[in-house]
Structure formats: C-alpha cells, structure tokens
C-alpha cells in the first residue's frame, strides 16, 4: 500500500497542476526571466512538465529543455506531453547518478516548488552551481517557502547570488571563486 502513495500523490498533483495552469500559466511565470531561443534549460524537479514544455517553446528548435525528476511517472507524463505537443526538444532525465551534466552546459536552471523536499539542499545547490553557465540563471521560487528561507538557503554556501526578485520568482546568478578559491557571499545590492 505505501509504495501507491507517491503515484496517488504524483497522479492528484498533475490533476491539479493542469488547473494550475490555466490561472497562472507558466509561459507567464517564465517572463520573469530572460530565456532565449538557442537556450540550454534545466527543470530540476519538473513534475509532470508544465515548465518544460513552457521553456520548450521559448527556447525553440536551437534549444534544448533537460526536464529532471525522480519519479518515474514524471519522466513518462513530460515525454508524452511533448510528443503530442510535437516539441522535440525536451529531455526527460531521470537521475541514475550524480555526474549527468557537464560544467557550464546550461543557461537556465528552474527550481520551481522543490527546494522544500530537497533533503541535501548544500549538495544540489553545489551542483547546479558547477552545472551552470558563466552568466547563466538559476529561476527559483518555491510558494512553501518566505523570502528569507529562500534567500539565506540559496545564498549560504555563497555559489548565488540574488539579482533580481519578480511576482512569483528569483533570479540568481552564479558566483565566482575569487583567487583564493573562496566562493564571496553576495546579496542583490552588490551586482
């Protein structure tokens, strides 16, 4: 019986996601941030798609969407939402190890409504640090979260910091090392 509960769980969050979608719909949500055609975004935690198959759409056929989720039925509801939608460039990636990206590969990386689950929070923010590009953004919100959650967690290991805040996002942008190696830690007024 438990091993049901998250496919009840993930089958009544799609249902209610669809809703979800038409008040607020994602394209609206992705306005916040620059995403251009010829992109490279990352949907960590995507769900069953509604921001990849947002993303999809603006970044076109020079871009590419890795919409990533370790759920199975996330993997198949985002593959079969894009090929009925005919877009060819969505990625479904389940994790099977830690090294799935390259360095610097992507331009975009939405964290949308998962940080909260996340148990090794250090540990990805490290990781979708390494993964992102020089200039690139790291969109996140999280409505489970305050400001101030979202902004000390994300900042604490000093890889980000916040440039921007929206309606219903925050922009991110990847620090540097300095030549020491340490990595400063920047709030919004100091870009």
């Known amino acids: ?4 509960e998250p ?7 799609a249902f ?3 809703f979800r979608d038409l008040i607020k719909p994602p394209e609206n949500i992705l306005r916040e941030i620059d995403i251009r055609p010829g992109n490279r975004v990352l949907d960590f935690g995507c769900g069953p798609g509604s921001y990849s198959l947002a993303a999809a759409r603006l970044v076109g ?9 370790i759920h199975p039925l ?3 509801s985002v593959t079969q939402r894009a090929a009925r939608k005919g877009l060819k460039n969505i990625i479904a990636v389940f994790p099977e190890n830690d090294t799935l990206f390259e360095e610097k590969c992507m331009d975009v990386i939405l964290l949308y409504d998962v940080f909260h689950e996340i148990e090794n929070k250090d540990q990805i923010l490290n990781e979708l640090h390494k993964i992102l590009c020089d200039n690139g953004v790291l969109s996140f919100s999280d409505h489970h979260l305050e400001e101030k959650e979202i ?4 900042m604490k290991g000093g890889y980000f910091k916040l440039v921007k805040k929206g309606k219903k996002t925050y922009t991110f ?5 300095s030549q020491e190696g340490n990595i400063p830690n920047a709030r919004m007024d100091d870009a």
């Open 7 to 13: 496919t009840i769980h993930f089958r009544l969050m």
């Open 16 to 18: 209610f996601f669809r």
């Open 74 to 76: 996330a993997i198949k």
């Open 61 to 69: 056929e020079s871009g590419k969407v890795f919409a990533l989720d």
């Open 1 to 4: 019986m438990a091993k049901d």
């Open 173 to 177: 942008k990847k620090n540097h090392t």
């Open 151 to 154: 902004t000390d967690a994300v």
